[in-house]
DNA sequence: TTGTAGGCGTTATCAG
DNA sequence: CTGATAACGCCTACAA
């Protein structure tokens, strides 16, 4: 049904070795035979078949990537956007591993079902413990992390500064002369106890030290990771004695439609209630919301590009094992001195 | 370095008949030396090669996604989502591949690299012309069609009616009392003329017929579909002789920071102004917007439910080939009679 | 229930 | 620059 590599061959008067050099090495190939080969392939329909190359050269093209969450999630989306743009013309394609219970992830780990099945591995965002990252290289494929730890489990990696960017921009609310200051945490549920996520634990940190620093009592507000983060934030929020006058959320995704909310309770921002978020989404900035800028996407990209060069053999051409991005705030709206202030 | 086969025989001394069978056909193996081979595979590591395996049935258990959008987009990481859910556990990883330019676009159809390399082809919320759909079919494997047009080049297809989701909620305005209504809409650009995206013209067709049908002449704003959309609808708003009564948005991801917008600068929703969206997005439900609810993660799921069917010869379980969905309006916070009813 | 052996389509090696 | 041929690792008749 399909035309092989040889009725190519008999249909351009060559070898089959001569056609296979046509798509592989066309700088080894005659240019008149390469044109031979190129009309009767493009006649009969050929294209080479990736499963048999791939096969040959026991490489296997394929990317695994891990991760605890959905796909679709706000970093995770930008993040395959950015691999796949890097291993998608490079012939590579991403695998996306979900692993979201202990259970499913003992599972994995045990059985390693990627094992000779991908030429690496991407960790996003969450931390492998100490079996797991030999177990990992034992498949003998490079390793890499975004916003991953522990640093040293990976062949390659690149993070930001949680802890560091949520102390700054918590010090940002509170130069300005907050002190009456909320973090909105989403705390590890039963569910996901030990489970992969570690970044809300990190910038929860940060917002602590920021606050000890400034020899400010932190308030953190616990609520559960699910579709109805904001009724249950305003909820805890109108609950307190009294509004703060600033609010710091563990995601943009919270504070977006938050700052939202509260305007339509009558809460002006940044007059009433400074709020700042983390990660700048895209709406982030079309809402005017002071936050913390990372790019997924191209942190995506930058880890494709390595990994690329290791499966390349142009190990040289890695300079930088682990990478540590520095922290943007981006400043916009959302945040004013508190009213107390003119008292 | 890597055990195959041949190894885990020698170690399990059966012959690699018998592993190949005791992973592929369980069944077909005694259970005693099934527990040899499985523990012998286990004590080497060993997984059998996808490579290997794929190559010798002939498949690629890899799935083409087609698309002229980002992957991030909040629909096509739905849809992706979906698809991955179901063709994960069957063993097939989906590539995604953006079509950007209508030059990228010829020259995919005229190349097709992915035929012999994928077992078949999701086409995401694109028109492919008349042409086109043939090339497709020329591979040989199943296309299927999401949003996407015309329904008879498919081997199966789901949709939705935008026309008619859109006709419904723009006819909830003008039954709650609102003739002064403005579409917000994201024309074609240049560069994106006669592309693969088509929901945006058939949603302003659905406006159209809606304030026909009411004898009201219809509002269009068109603004460039970039980082900006906020900014361009604010300043286009601004710049009417007055504010309408209503905005209908053609997608949630402009009606959400909209409304935000619109609050920040004192209009009051929807005392003042109602708004509605299309997507039903996750915020939308968080900030109350009234929106046509669609659900691409499901429609996702459900057509690589019928690809697989298709895949495993199983045709007589995909009894339905198109299927439209209806099309469903949630109504929430963001809609009210227009407050000239009270003059 | 298990073993033998041929073949899947390509690439790489080596000779010409 | 091109051709012949041996792998690559697994699966599946078919035979035992």
Redesign the pocket.
């Given at each position: 049904m399909?035309n092989?590599?040889?009725d190519v061959a008999k249909l351009a008067?060559?070898?089959?070795?001569?056609?296979?050099?046509t798509?592989?090495?066309p700088?080894?190939?005659?240019s008149?035979?390469?044109n031979k080969v190129v009309s009767a392939a493009k006649e009969l329909d050929?294209s080479?078949?990736r499963?048999?190359?791939v096969?040959?050269?026991?490489q296997t093209y394929r990317i695994a990537m891990l991760n605890n969450d959905r796909s679709s999630s706000w970093f995770n989306a930008e993040i395959y956007e950015g691999l796949n743009q890097v291993f998608q013309p490079a012939g590579y394609d991403i695998a996306f591993y979900q692993i979201l219970s202990s259970n499913e992830r003992h599972k994995f780990f045990e059985n390693l079902p990627i094992r000779?099945n991908v030429d690496a591995v991407i960790v996003a965002s969450f931390n492998i413990s100490r079996d797991e990252a030999p177990r990992l290289h034992s498949m003998n494929v490079p390793i890499a992390g975004i916003n991953a730890i522990p640093e040293d489990a990976f062949s390659v990696s690149i993070s930001i500064d949680d802890v560091e960017a949520m102390q700054l921009i918590t010090k940002h609310l509170i130069s300005i002369g907050h002190r009456d200051i909320v973090f909105i945490d989403f705390p590890s549920s039963p569910k996901t106890v030990g489970m992969l996520h570690f970044s809300a634990t990190l910038r929860a940190k940060g917002f602590k030290r920021a606050c000890k620093d400034a020899r400010i009592n932190p308030v953190i507000i616990d609520i559960p990771n699910d579709d109805h983060i904001v009724d249950s934030a305003l909820a805890k929020l109108f609950a307190l004695d009294h509004m703060p006058t600033a609010i710091c959320c563990q995601q943009d995704s919270l504070a977006v439609p938050l700052m939202t909310c509260l305007r339509q309770f009558g809460y002006r921002i940044p007059e009433d209630i400074s709020i700042v978020g983390f990660d700048d989404i895209g709406y982030a900035s079309q809402v005017g919301l002071t936050t913390v800028h990372q790019n997924p996407k191209e942190m995506g990209a930058t880890i494709a590009e390595r990994v690329l060069h290791l499966l390349n053999g142009e190990n040289e051409k890695v300079s930088v094992k682990h990478e540590m991005l520095d922290s943007q705030i981006v400043f916009r709206g959302s945040t004013a001195p508190p009213r107390t202030e003119n008292k």
């Open positions: 399909q092989n590599i040889e008067g060559v070898s089959i070795a001569t056609v296979s050099r798509f592989k090495h700088d080894l190939v005659a008149k035979t390469k050929f080479i078949s499963s048999a190359s096969f040959q050269t026991g000779r």
